[in-house]
């Protein structure tokens, strides 16, 4: 097999690989929707500044896609699409990865490192972030990227459940306490709060039911002194864009929790191939009585895709190495890592340095 590189630098060349793209994706090791053509492209449209430049790199067989790294520079440092360094308006991306064609891993690896080495050598710094640690990111950093200096930190872990055939056995998996909890407070929601569940059905309401989101979500924050993601208009703009995407694809899951016209919960989820992302919820914490709003949503979003049959895993993405609420909900767990790749060269030891005391920092956090 031959396999030959392609550099993708403008965008209009970035937008006509949509088709190409989502079928690699499909039938590559580890699909995943942060990986999909629109979540990508999408973030450049709204995310890209003046001094980013696109560098996908793009592997051909015969004219045919193989394999797809998709990168961009600002400044020296190279970074994943979908990734920056403003934390306070990032959009999550999770489980980025080498989009690659079954069975030529080994193949795409060497050209990569090689593409990825030389890029370093010039005095780019590569930063990844929230990777799996079976993806093949994980395998190019710790098996070929080892000539530079590389640091690499727990970031946290992806909990996720295997779907089972039937909503008695997802309930028999979980623990007695906690389902004997959630039967309780839902027979409280059901009964005594007239509560109700209202589904995102048509386009035009999800900007309305976006804002309660919104609400919901920045009101939690507040509480804590904090700014939450949806302070950032950009934030917002994405996220209502990519839902009317998914809402004309059958692929999104905005539901409302309701007690008598009073908004206790929202949850935000996308459905792709055989998998539902819980990617956002937001939570009424000044309701009384307290009835566990957002476990009552997740548990009716686990159900409902058991009931569908096509999605058989529900995935609740990044939380924190222990103590998560996630852990309640699910029999599968992954740890998830960030890294910061760069030249071994004496200008870059007091790098190193900074890097290793903040993994100190954060290990003793």
Known sequence: MTLVTEIISTSDEFNLLENEWEDLLVHSCQPSFFLSF????????????????????????????????PIYFNDKKIHYIGTNDVEHDEVCTEYIDIICRKGIET???????????TLITSNKELILTNYLEHSLIYKLINNNLTRHWNI?????????????????????????SF?????????????????????????????????????????????????????????????????????????????????????LAVIYCIDYLDTRYFYQAGINTEFKPNISPGNILHLYAIEDAIKNKKILQ????????????????????????????????????????????????????
């Not at 492209?41 to 797809?68: C, G, M, P």
């Not at 690896?109 to 990825?116: A, M, N, P, R, S």
């Not at 009317?244 to 905005?254: F, M, S, Y």
């Open 38 to 69: 629109h979540w990508l492209n999408t973030w450049w449209k709204f995310y890209a500044s003046e001094t980013d430049t696109l560098n996908i790199i793009i592997l051909r067989n015969d004219d045919q896609i193989v394999a797809i790294l």
């Open 179 to 263: 389902t004997k909890k959630m039967k309780r407070v839902t027979k409280k929601f059901v009964e005594k709060l007239e509560g109700d569940i209202d589904k995102t059905t048509k386009t035009q309401d999800i900007e309305k039911n976006f804002s309660i989101l919104d609400h919901l979500h920045s009101a939690h924050w507040q509480s804590k002194n904090k700014d939450g993601a949806f302070t950032s208009a950009r934030f917002k703009n994405f996220h209502i864009s990519l839902c009317k995407h998914l809402h004309k694809k059958d692929k999104l899951t905005l539901w409302i929790l309701n007690s008598t016209n009073t908004p």
């Open 107 to 117: 193949e795409v690896l060497l050209i990569l490192e090689d593409e990825l080495a």
């Open 314 to 365: 529900y995935d609740f993405m990044k939380g924190e190495s222990s103590n998560s609420y996630k852990q309640m909900f699910t029999n599968q767990s992954s740890n998830m890592y960030n890294a910061h790749i760069f030249k071994k060269k004496i200008h870059n030891i007091s790098k190193l340095f900074f890097w290793q005391l903040k993994n100190i920092r954060d290990f003793i956090k």
């Open 152 to 176: 690499q930190q727990k970031s946290g872990v992806r909990y996720f459940c295997k779907l089972p055939h039937s909503i008695d056995n997802y309930h028999n998996s979980l623990s007695k």
